[in-house]
């Protein structure tokens, strides 16, 4: 769902939520990623139960953090980049796909049954680990 997709919004009150939070005066710091959907809008203001306020105070923070560390430009880290590739034997996940074709939400499968804790608290930097989580979700 793109930014200008607020017109194929079947509900009035989603249309609304998103009138709100992109014309909100803090929304700005917003604009500067390459590209906030309605669809990443909706979540954050459903998250924070229709507190436009919050979720913008909320998903600004979160866009912070995600410059900090570098997120938007996760494709480029490699081993020197905090990323632990033994994580992925440790804790297994999968991609298994859309949801559907018209959303564009995808399907995580963490296999939680067979992660190896005890070799992962010895191994794994938990930092490395969730930025592995990361990665992986980006993808």
């Known amino acids: 769902m793109s930014s200008s997709s607020i017109e194929n919004l079947n509900n ?3 249309k609304k939520f ?12 917003a604009k500067t990623i390459k590209s ?12 924070y139960k229709g507190d436009v306020d919050l ?3 909320k998903f600004i ?5 995600r410059k900090i560390i570098g997120l938007d430009f996760i494709e480029n880290l490699n081993g020197s980049g ?7 034997e440790y804790a297994p996940m999968e991609i ?9 939400r995808i399907l995580l499968l963490e296999r939680s049954g067979r992660f190896n804790l ?14 592995n989580r990361f990665r992986l979700m980006e993808e």
């Open 61 to 65: 923070r979160h866009l912070r953090i």
């Open 82 to 88: 905090g990323l632990d590739e033994m994580a992925e």
């Open 18 to 29: 998103i009138t709100q939070i992109r014309s909100h005066p803090k929304f700005g710091e």
């Open 55 to 57: 979720a913008i105070l």
């Open 118 to 131: 005890e070799q992962m608290v010895k191994s794994i930097r938990y930092s490395s680990f969730m930025l």
């Open 96 to 104: 298994l796909g859309p949801v559907n074709e018209s959303d564009g």
């Open 36 to 47: 906030v959907t309605d669809f990443d809008l909706l979540r954050w203001v459903y998250a």
């Open 12 to 14: 009035e009150e989603d």
